[in-house]
C-alpha cells in the first residue's frame, strides 16, 4: 500500500519565486530564509518520495471570487503554472497522479467531504513556490504532484478543525491506494501575516512559534481554533494556516519534528519551515 512518510511545510510569498530565480541565496536579506531548506533536501535525498501531496491555496489564478469552491482536488495527468501577474517566472509543467488522485477523490466523498474535481488546473504561487523550494526544478526532479486546493480566501473559510480532519480523510485514502508510492504532504502558506487594510504588515512571532510547537504533538488544541481566532491572532492572511491542519491529519497521531526555520520577515510574512517524520 502507499505510504505517508512524512510532512513538510513551507510558505508561499511570491518574492521567494523572484529571489529564486535570480539565485540570491546568499543575500543577506534572502540567506536565513533559503538556509532553512538544505537539511530538507538532505532528508528527501536519502527518502526519494515519489508522491506529494500539496495542500495550497489558489490566488485568483485558477478559481475567483464568482466561483470559489471549500476543497478542490487536482486529477490532471500535469499542471501548468501561469502568470498571476507578480512578476515571477513562471516555471515548468508538474508531473500529476490520476490514478491516485481518483482514489484519493473516491476515499474522501465516502467520507463525506464533497470536494470539487479537477481535470485540469492552473497552479499559482501557493503550490509552485513550495514544490521549487524543496525539489528545485521540475526537468531534474520528477516529484509526481497532486495539488489541493482548500479555499483562504472568500470566506465563510473552513474552519482548522474541518481542514485536519479533511487531512485525516486523505491520509485514511492514501493508506488503502494499493501501489508502493512513498508520499510526502505538504502544508503550504502562512504564518501570521497581513497583506492589506490598517493593519497591513502584521506578523504575530509568539502565536507563530506556538502553532509550530502545537501542530506537532497537540494538533487537537489548535483544532480549537476559530477562522475568526486565525484572522485576530495571525493576520487576513495568516488564515492560511488551516493549509497546514490538513497536512497535520494526514500524517497519523505520531510525528517527529526532523527541522524547522522560522524568519521574520520575508515580505510582509512570517516564514515557516518545518519537517515531521510520521509514525515517530
Ligand atoms: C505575500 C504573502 C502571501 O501569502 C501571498 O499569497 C502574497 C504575498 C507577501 O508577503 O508578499
Ligand atoms: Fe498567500
Redesign the pocket.
Known amino acids: 500500500m502507499a505510504e505517508i512518510i512524512a510532512g513538510l511545510t513551507s510558505?508561499?510569498?511570491?518574492?521567494v519565486g523572484n529571489a529564486y530565480a535570480r539565485k540570491l541565496f546568499d543575500d543577506p536579506y534572502w540567506k536565513p530564509f533559503f538556509d532553512g531548506y538544505p537539511p530538507v533536501h538532505q532528508w528527501l535525498d536519502e527518502q526519494q518520495p515519489d508522491v506529494a501531496i500539496v495542500f495550497y491555496n489558489d490566488?485568483g489564478l485558477n478559481f475567483f471570487l464568482d466561483k470559489m469552491p471549500t476543497f478542490s482536488i487536482g486529477a490532471a495527468p500535469t499542471y501548468e503554472n501561469k502568470d498571476e501577474g507578480w512578476g515571477i517566472p513562471t516555471i515548468g509543467t508538474f508531473q500529476g497522479h490520476p490514478e491516485l488522485s481518483w482514489h484519493i477523490i473516491d476515499g474522501v466523498v465516502a467520507d463525506g467531504f464533497d470536494v470539487c474535481t479537477c481535470q485540469e488546473m492552473a497552479v499559482d504561487?501557493?503550490f509552485t513556490v513550495p514544490v521549487q523550494l524543496f525539489w528545485g526544478d521540475r526537468e531534474e526532479n520528477p516529484i509526481k504532484t497532486i495539488p489541493i486546493c482548500i479555499n483562504t480566501v472568500q470566506h465563510p473559510l473552513p474552519s482548522p478543525r474541518r481542514c485536519w480532519e479533511f487531512g485525516k480523510a486523505i491520509g485514511r485514502a492514501v493508506a488503502s491506494f494499493p501501489g508502493a508510492e512513498k508520499v510526502v504532504v505538504l502544508g503550504t502558506?502562512g504564518l501570521s501575516?497581513q497583506?492589506d487594510g490598517t493593519r497591513a504588515g502584521f506578523i504575530n512571532k509568539e502565536f507563530d512559534l506556538m502553532c509550530m510547537d502545537k501542530i506537532v504533538d497537540e494538533p487537537e488544541t489548535l483544532a480549537k481554533l476559530s477562522v475568526m481566532d486565525l484572522v485576530r491572532e495571525a493576520g487576513a492572511?495568516g488564515a492560511?494556516f488551516i493549509l497546514w491542519m490538513a497536512m497535520r491529519g494526514a500524517l497519523g497521531d505520531k510525528v517527529k519534528e526532523l527541522h524547522r526555520n522560522y524568519h521574520i520577515p520575508?515580505?510582509?510574512?512570517a516564514a515557516g519551515l518545518m519537517l515531521l517524520e510520521c509514525g515517530a
Do not use: K, W, Y
Open positions: 510558505s508561499h510569498i511570491p518574492a490566488h504561487h501557493g502558506g501575516h497583506l492572511q492560511e520575508i515580505s510582509n510574512t
